[in-house]
Structure formats: structure tokens, C-alpha cells
């Protein structure tokens, strides 16, 4: 399974995942046999790495195939302008995330997310703060040490202006005391460019840390949650070592505003499926990210709540330029 999650993040662009053999439908949903399922992030991110296992599901428990295409840039905000105008029918999905409220408030999307249907998440990440592992330091008190000791000097990278890494960069520094530069790359150059020594440290979503931290390339010096993360729990959180920092990440699908009834709960339905099958749950420890099903009334209740504290914390931050 493994295997083939990289062989299929390492495909890029547009990918088609075809539907295993099923019983005839008894729903009218799915006739075409086809759903694009937009990725707002690009190949090898861990947004990419995870539709991939999710979409894999979904189209056996569909008896449809699923297009995965990826449409990075703006932290998500391309992605969503190009659904936002997609026919509400079903067969144009988005993998969505905490970036829905985070590129609307950053003044990079013209909507927010009352303009889509939530469908149901599927999984929780945890950001996490990290370093090369050939690095200096084996501490956050460390890295911090030696950020507050040279201002203005530590280059920080995240997934873009405005992404959920960027926001908890920000808000783990700024907890800190420390005055960093945060370098905002495309989700998938992220990690190269840490490694390649272009960047002192970087904070990443785990689905594309995970063989990199598995290979010792890379060394997690803290977890960016009030929990530690199941998946290293030997790696203490940010809270545990003295900052008061946590933004819990998830991933979900949404569907354009006005998408029939029916066709949300099929969806739902089969991302329950998915999400609860042994085969998801073994493959998501591997990647260091948690199943999270939530249906589409729940999903749609804590987007909303989210996207209240998600302006507050952006206005404080000085982030926020949303009306």
C-alpha cells in the first residue's frame, strides 16, 4: 500500500483512480462514472498523498472512477476558485482543509465557506516543527535559543502565504517571542529545500514528512497540538515544552453550494466506509495521520466554529485583511 501511495503521488498533474468492480448502484448517483477531485495542493504534499489513499476507497464503495487533479498556488485559493464555479452535481469535489478559512481571511479568495457544501472530513494531521536531522539542534529550546538570539536571521518555511503551516509558524514564533523570516514555497518544495540546507527549519503537515523522518533525514522537535501525536509519541508538544501553541489540521470534501441531498449522502457515505476500513486506518498510521470521520452536518457545524477562531487568531496576529 505504501508503495503505492508514492507511486501515485509521484505522478503529479492529473491522475485517474479507477473504481473496483461493484454491484450494479441502486442510487441514480454515480451515472457518469467519473469525479474530479480537486487537490489544492501539488504532487508529493501531503494533501496529495492523502486524497490519493482517500480517493482509493471511495471508488471502490462508489463503483466510480476518481480523477485526482491538482490545482496548487495561493494556499488552496486556486483550487477553490475553480469549484466555486463547477456545477453543483456531484462530480466535481474538492479535498478540502483549515485553508478554506485561512486564504479567505489572508484576502486571498473573494468567498468563504458558505460557498460550498461540507461532505464530511475524513482525517486530522498534526503540524509539526522541524529540522534536518544532521542539524544543530535537538531541541525547540534550541532552535529558539538561537532565533531570539539573532533576529531576523532564521528562515522558516511553509506551504504557502496564507496555508495552515504559515499560520502556525507564525503563531509558534510569535508564542516564542522570536522574530524569524517566514519563506512561503509550494507545499512539495517545502521539505527538498530543508533538506538541501536552503532553509534553518520548517513547519510541515506529516503526510509528507513521514518517510523523511523515517529515513532520519529529518527530526521533529516538537508537535503543534495539545496531544502528542500518536504516530511519535516519543516527540512532545510545543505546549509541553513551554508555548502555547496548537492548530490541529484536517482534511475533508466539500462540493459546491446547492449539490443535491442525495448526492452529499452518498458521498458521505462512502468516505464513512473508507475512512473505517482496516486498510485506511493501517496506511494513515503510516503517514502519521489520524482517521477523523465526521458527517456532513457535524463537518459543516465545526467548519463554522473554526472559521470564527481562525479570524481572531489571524487578527492577532496581524494576518487577517478579510473584512
Do not use: C
Not at 468563504?112 to 544543530?136: C, H, N, Q, W
Not at 531541541?139 to 496564507?162: C, E, F, H, R, W
Amino acid at each position: 500500500m505504501k508503495k503505492h501511495i508514492r507511486l501515485l503521488a509521484a505522478m503529479g498533474g492529473a491522475a485517474l483512480i479507477a473504481a473496483a468492480p461493484v454491484r450494479a448502484q441502486e442510487t441514480p448517483y454515480p451515472k457518469k462514472g467519473n469525479i474530479e477531485m480537486t487537490v489544492l495542493f501539488p504532487a508529493g504534499s501531503s494533501a496529495d498523498i492523502t486524497a490519493r489513499l482517500l480517493a482509493q476507497g471511495m471508488a471502490k464503495h462508489l463503483g466510480a472512477n476518481m480523477i485526482i487533479v491538482n490545482r496548487p498556488g495561493a494556499g488552496g485559493a486556486i483550487g477553490y476558485k475553480y469549484l466555486v464555479n463547477q456545477k453543483a452535481d456531484g462530480y466535481s469535489i474538492v479535498w478540502n482543509s483549515n485553508s478554506i478559512s485561512t486564504t479567505y481571511h489572508s484576502g486571498q479568495l473573494p468567498f468563504d465557506y458558505r460557498s460550498f457544501d461540507p461532505v464530511a472530513r475524513a482525517l486530522v494531521e498534526t503540524p509539526m516543527l522541524v529540522v534536518r536531522a544532521d542539524g544543530k539542534w535537538k531541541k525547540l529550546s534550541d532552535l529558539i535559543a538561537d532565533a531570539k538570539a539573532y533576529p531576523g536571521q532564521m528562515t522558516v518555511a511553509n506551504s504557502g502565504l496564507g496555508s495552515h503551516t504559515h499560520l502556525s509558524a507564525v503563531a509558534m514564533f510569535k508564542a516564542a517571542g522570536a522574530n524569524v523570516i517566514h519563506v512561503p514555497y509550494g507545499a512539495a518544495q517545502v521539505v527538498p529545500n530543508l533538506i538541501g540546507g536552503h532553509v534553518d527549519t520548517m513547519v510541515q503537515l506529516p503526510g509528507a514528512l513521514a518517510g523523511h523522518v523515517a529515513s532520519g533525514k529529518v527530526r521533529v522537535l516538537a508537535v503543534l497540538t495539545t496531544k502528542r501525536d500518536p504516530g511519535m509519541p516519543d516527540v512532545p508538544t510545543a505546549i509541553e515544552q513551554g508555548f502555547k501553541v496548537s492548530l490541529e489540521a484536517w482534511r475533508g470534501i466539500a462540493v459546491p453550494k446547492g449539490t443535491p441531498k442525495p448526492v452529499i449522502a452518498a458521498l458521505e457515505a462512502a468516505i464513512r466506509a473508507t475512512v473505517e476500513s482496516s486498510e485506511f486506518i493501517t496506511s494513515s498510521e503510516k503517514l502519521f495521520v489520524r482517521p477523523g470521520f465526521l458527517p456532513a452536518a457535524q463537518f459543516g457545524e465545526m467548519i463554522a466554529k473554526e472559521d470564527v477562531e481562525q479570524a481572531r487568531l489571524m487578527q492577532e496576529m496581524g494576518l487577517k485583511k478579510s473584512p
